[in-house]
């Protein structure tokens, strides 16, 4: 229970310091940043408009109040209002994050259910054919960079073959089928590095715990090879698999961003790009704070995962 | 080797040709001819014309040339950033540490492209916020590399011994650290490369990195996507050559870490016991009744990169219902690997190739898995060094030891608790209700070594092979155990097959012994007239070391020799202090010295002779 406390209060700590970074982030910049969000390409912006971005942005208060006033907004849920269109941050992140959140978890799905057999299967015949050409697709994924397969998948099979659709999306109550088939391209584009990312550790880790004396110790027991491979050999190897998945979800957050790009999935990076395109900063800042929080939260449930699966950290 | 050269190879002839590509007498770029808009294969542009009409192969060299550019300035930057930071936080520790490499930790709390398109919003898209951002992003990774570098060589003696000459902060940091860093930062550099021109394809691609119309790969994919349906070449041969890169580069990174961190990658041994295959070729000798183990002539072999070696060579064993027989030997004699071998938990590497282990009227080294493993954990136990790592620690032991029954016995998961319950109890394991559901890190060594001993008693095993059960226990938990061990043994009546290397341990719990030494057995006989009367030179050496618990024999230069050099006489000669040229010639004959009594030595009766005239 300690321990889970520490834990959390950790996680709150991190979030703290990022939302600290992304304050500072618009005063660490050389210059008055209303002006450098409103020029453009080296011409100088009009005074008038610096003016007027200077009080939206709240930069004409002292900084320790602009500070105050952030911080109060992100713990109320309160992001401020787009610069372009004055809608609301927050509420435009509601519609969009269970979207991008599916992506993810689909994603994750993918990558879990083909790496973990996949990497079991490896260790186990380690060296062997299945090994060797797994393990070389594997470092081949890793290299494609995840737009590129994207791109590749919507020329191959929708341009191409035409058995799939490009891109799109319907939402599930209107039609399941339709909303299903629409997740698949999008949900494989980012599965691709994880599942090759899962399938190194657990075929790592799954060696690793082969030659562990415990093992030995099962053998011992006259146990069935199932159940040696189940209970002590697979259980004790997910523990260093989940760490390097929460490792990964970085990565993968970023990688959402590319793949909703590539297949028209209407989640966080669709009103993300157009921001980052319109110096909208608020909507900007919005949106990447909700993907960070995201992203320790994530990290913050595979630890207490991790404590569930290995009883030493609960004690430490 | 190869490893490293052919994708160094490649990532420096991609390199080369980005540097070459002003001398490469391309086509300029950027200018563009609409007229030859998405063309085929022209002379003068081997790969086509772009949306624009501009020259697909001069735009994926340029674009090479931009790309590494970004990649390289921003992995430099960061890597003289994060270095200095962390030989900083690592050599002043303390608030300088929080200061320096955990405040830049929390860069790592973003995800990297986001980090990046929030800077880009303020700075506006191009390679020179690229090259910032991707700096940013990369300077936690030398950081904590450094970090846990300076660390680890502040505590080394050199360091030490520059620091204790009054040597200067920044000089022992200069000239000692950082060449002693420069391997695991020259892997992160690489790494930080690979990882920087992915980053930089992703936001070119988005529109939001190198700004048009420069060539980038990732700007050339953003492209070709809109005229995919008329020209999908034009999109293929970014992603070949973008792909390409990182591939290489992602090579060349692994095959750096694994130069700077070498690990010799294990055999794959294939030789096993030929007559395995065919059943009744040896006949089966007359079994003794009383004999529990009857082990004649076992080899061992290993598949090494040094050659196929016997670290157990032509070992014979006898125990009887009933008796404690302890095998004796410094580490390296093959007493463990004797014994693993007899229930089939040889480690991959090893095979038995010849010999056999009755156990009754079966030759445990022939028989099929499923079988062999009826008999591991029901009629033959074994107990292991070391109970920390031979407990699964993510298991409350209780389960592990109902584990044991349930392996042989149809009973209910309660009835196995029951019984485990029980078991605690006999091994005296007080407030056993409450251990059963402790995970192992919860008990202290002796505590965890009485669970092993519960597991493998939880069957009533006919033998119990106890593989230096005490070794890595206190020398109070060792007695209890030791006793514990006895008493069990008075009341089930189990052979007990006893490894250890301490003769003082022998004499507590063996009826006879068998002493080891590289892989052979040199003598045997019961404990009582071994330790009156110690027939070869080594068997002596141990006992004169009793006295000393646990210390290297005395009297004995040198150590066990390594298996694969093994001396071609009398394996005990270069270290024996009665060798003659005759020991070295060939090996001793294991022979007979009286009742149950057997030494491999030539000059046993002459020495032992000599012994009694001195008396």
């Known amino acids: 229970m300690r321990w889970f406390l520490r834990r959390i209060a950790t996680c709150l700590v991190l979030a703290w310091a990022v939302s600290l970074v992304v304050f500072m982030t618009l005063h660490v910049v050389p210059g008055d940043p209303a002006e450098l969000l409103l020029s453009t390409g080296g011409i100088a912006a009009d005074p008038i408009a610096v003016k007027e971005l200077r009080v939206k942005l709240g930069l004409e208060r002292p900084i320790f109040d602009q500070y105050l006033a952030f911080l109060g907004g992100v713990i109320r ?21 269970p979207r991008t959140l599916e992506l993810i978890l689909a994603g994750t799905l993918i990558a879990v259910l083909l790496g973990l057999p996949a990497g079991t299967y490896a260790a186990l015949h380690r060296g062997g054919l299945f090994d060797r050409i797994v393990s070389g697709t594997a470092a081949l994924l890793l290299a494609i960079p995840v737009f590129v397969v994207g791109t590749l998948l919507v020329l191959l099979l929708a341009q191409t073959l035409k058995v799939m659709p490009a891109g799109g999306y319907v939402p599930f109550a209107q039609d399941p089928v339709k909303h299903l088939t629409l997740l698949t391209l999008p949900a494989i584009a980012i599965a691709k590095s994880l599942s090759a990312v899962v399938f190194r550790m657990t075929r790592a880790s799954v060696l690793d715990a082969l030659s562990r004396d415990f093992v030995r110790t099962a053998r011992a027991k006259g146990l069935s090879p199932t159940r040696v491979l189940l209970r002590h050999v697979v259980r004790n190897a997910l523990t260093p698999v989940l760490t390097v998945l929460g490792l990964h979800m970085g990565t993968l957050l970023g990688g959402t961003v590319l793949v909703e790009y590539v297949f028209n999935w209407p989640g966080m990076s669709t009103p993300l790009l157009r921001a980052v395109e319109a110096r909208d900063y608020p909507m900007v800042v919005g949106i990447v704070l909700t993907i960070s929080g995201l992203f320790l939260l994530i990290n913050l449930i595979m630890d207490l995962l991790y404590a569930a699966l290995d009883p030493r950290t609960r004690a430490a | 080797m190869t490893r490293l050269w052919i994708p160094g190879a ?44 501009r020259d697909v192969l001069s735009r994926l060299i340029w674009g090479a040339r931009t790309s590494l550019g970004v990649a390289f300035a921003s992995a430099l930057i960061a890597g003289t950033i994060g270095t200095l930071i962390g030989l900083i936080g690592g050599w002043f520790r303390g608030l300088g540490e929080l200061l320096t490499v955990r405040l830049v930790d929390v860069i790592l709390c973003f995800p990297p492209i986001l980090l990046a398109l929030l800077v880009v919003t303020l700075l506006g898209p191009g390679a020179a916020t690229l090259i910032l951002v991707l700096s940013v992003l990369y300077v936690p990774g030398f950081a904590r590399v450094a970090y846990a570098e300076v660390l680890s060589a502040r505590s080394n003696d050199y360091v030490e011994a520059v620091r204790a000459l009054g040597a200067s902060t ?25 990882a920087a021109v992915v980053v930089e394809s992703g936001l070119s691609f988005l529109g939001l990195g190198v700004v048009p119309p420069a060539p980038s790969w990732g700007l050339m994919i953003r492209g070709a996507r809109a005229t995919m349906e008329q020209a999908p070449l034009m999109l293929l041969w970014p992603c070949v050559a973008l792909t390409l890169t990182i591939l290489t580069m992602n090579l060349l990174c692994d095959a750096l870490r694994d130069a700077v961190d ?20 040896l006949p089966p000798p007359a079994v003794e009744p009383e004999r529990v183990l009857d082990l004649r002539g076992l080899t061992v072999e290993i598949e090494t990169p040094l050659g196929r070696i016997r670290p157990v060579d032509d070992v014979s064993l006898t125990v009887r219902a009933g008796e404690t027989v302890a095998i004796v030997g410094e580490s390296g004699s093959g007493k463990s690997l004797t014994a693993t071998s007899v229930i089939g938990l040889l480690p991959p590497a090893a095979r038995p190739v010849s010999g056999s282990a009755w156990f009754g009227d079966r030759d ?5 898995e499923p079988v062999l493993r009826q008999l591991r ?29 349930r392996a042989h016995r149809q009973t209910s998961a309660a009835n196995a608790q029951a019984q485990a319950l029980d078991l605690f109890r006999r091994v005296g394991i007080a407030d056993p ?14 505590m965890r070594q009485r669970v092993m001993i519960a597991m493998a008693i939880a069957n009533r095993p006919a033998l119990l092979i106890a593989d230096e ?29 006893f490894i250890t290397h301490s003769l003082a341990v022998v004499a507590e719990i063996a009826d006879r012994v068998t002493v080891m030494y590289a892989g052979q057995v040199v003598e045997e006989g019961e404990v009582a007239g071994v330790f009156a009367n110690p027939l070869h030179p080594y068997t002596r050496a141990l006992l004169a070391a009793v006295h000393e618990a646990d210390a290297a024999p005395v009297g004995i230069p040198g150590v066990v020799p390594q298996p694969h050099a093994f001396p071609a006489g009398c394996r005990f000669a270069p270290r024996c202090a009665h060798a003659l040229a005759a020991c070295a010639a060939s090996l001793p004959a294991l022979e007979e010295a009286g009742e149950e009594r057997r030494v491999r030595c030539i000059r046993w009766a002459e020495l032992s002779g000599a012994r009694e005239a001195a008396a």
């Open chain 2, 433 to 446: 209700e409450r251990r059963l559901r402790a995970f192992p890190h919860e008990l202290s060594g002796g």
């Open chain 2, 469 to 497: 059960p005490t070794t890595a226990l206190d020398v109070t938990v060792q007695a209890q155990i030791l006793d514990l061990l006895a008493e069990l043994k008075r009341e089930t009546g189990t052979a007990l097959v």
């Open chain 2, 377 to 405: 954990g029901g009629a033959i136990a074994m107990i292991f060094q070391d109970p920390m790592s031979s407990l699964n620690p993510v298991h409350r032991v209780g389960d592990q030891v109902a584990e044991a029954i």
């Open chain 2, 10 to 53: 490649f990532v420096a002839a991609i390199i080369l040709v980005a540097l070459l590509a002003p001398l490469l007498d391309l086509p300029n770029p950027i200018r563009q001819d609409v007229a030859r808009r998405l063309s085929g294969p022209i002379p003068g542009s081997p790969l086509g014309r772009d949306e624009f009409g």
């Open chain 1, 77 to 97: 849920g309160d992001l401020g209002t787009s610069l372009v269109d004055e809608y609301p941050v927050t509420k435009e992140i509601a519609l969009r994050l």
């Open chain 2, 262 to 281: 070498p690990r010799t990658p294990a055999q794959r041994p294939r030789r096993r016991l030929v007559d395995r295959l065919v059943p009744g070729l």
């Open chain 2, 364 to 368: 445990l080294l022939r028989l099929p």
């Open chain 2, 170 to 194: 920044g000089r022992i940091l200069l000239r000692t650290v950082l060449p002693n860093i420069a391997g695991p930062v020259l892997v992160q550099f690489s790494l930080a490369v690979a």
